[in-house]
């Protein structure tokens, strides 16, 4: 089985608690000294077996290796990456269940990550995952004051579209915004404004 590594938590001695991203569920499993394994890393995609699924503990974590990317050399392209994967964590947390859309996802953006601006497949991604979910907002309305949205916006988590005065917002014109969520490529905005996308991307989904 494979799967994303959302997140690694210490339990007694230096064994590990690991939150796994696989194609069918997000689970966590018990890893045996799991802290001593490097592989065993935040982001990190491995292939694993699974023992004791059917016990009343956690199912433990077994012949674990690494599927390693290029880019995992480049340690400011392993901080983004780490930055974009602790969001999805919380989002998917107690959702053992999942569509290998979210699974999908990140493979489609581990791959990309390293031959483009990770800033840009992490846009990207998001603005592909709220269309997944039904929640891209076309209302004309702020939604924090429910008046007209005028031509800037500032942006909220979850791209939700406001005017900037009401959220002390860097603007960017609406239909850029629009045109985002449309077209799920960020080929028309500058680097400024992705920068400031991901960092709306960092405040959660």
Not at 39 to 48: A, E, K, P, Q
Request: charged share 25%; with cysteine.
């Amino acid at each position: 089985m494979k799967g994303f590594i959302l997140s690694v938590k210490n339990a007694k001695n230096e064994d590990t608690i690991v939150t796994i991203l696989s194609s069918k569920s997000s689970q966590s499993y018990y890893r045996f000294f799991g802290a001593r394994h490097s592989i065993i890393s935040l982001g990190f995609l491995i292939d694993f077996e699974v023992e004791g699924e059917d016990s009343r503990f956690l199912p433990r974590l077994r012949r674990v290796s690494h599927l390693s990317f290029d880019w995992l050399k480049d340690n400011s392209k392993i901080l983004l990456w780490h930055q974009f994967i602790t969001i999805l964590e919380p989002h998917l947390r107690d959702i053992e269940e999942l569509d290998e859309f979210y699974f999908n996802l990140l493979l489609e953006a581990s791959s990309k990550w390293g031959r483009q601006n990770p800033k840009r497949v992490a846009v990207e991604s998001y603005i592909k995952l709220l269309l997944f979910e039904g929640r891209v907002d076309f209302n004309n309305e702020c939604y924090i004051c429910q008046m007209p949205l005028e031509q800037f916006v500032g942006l909220m988590a979850g791209f939700k579209m406001c005017h900037p005065r009401c959220i002390y917002s860097p603007s960017l014109l609406k239909t850029s915004i629009i045109e985002l969520f449309q077209t799920q490529t960020t080929i028309k905005l500058n680097d400024k404004e992705v920068d400031y996308l991901f960092d709306v991307i960092l405040k959660g989904i």
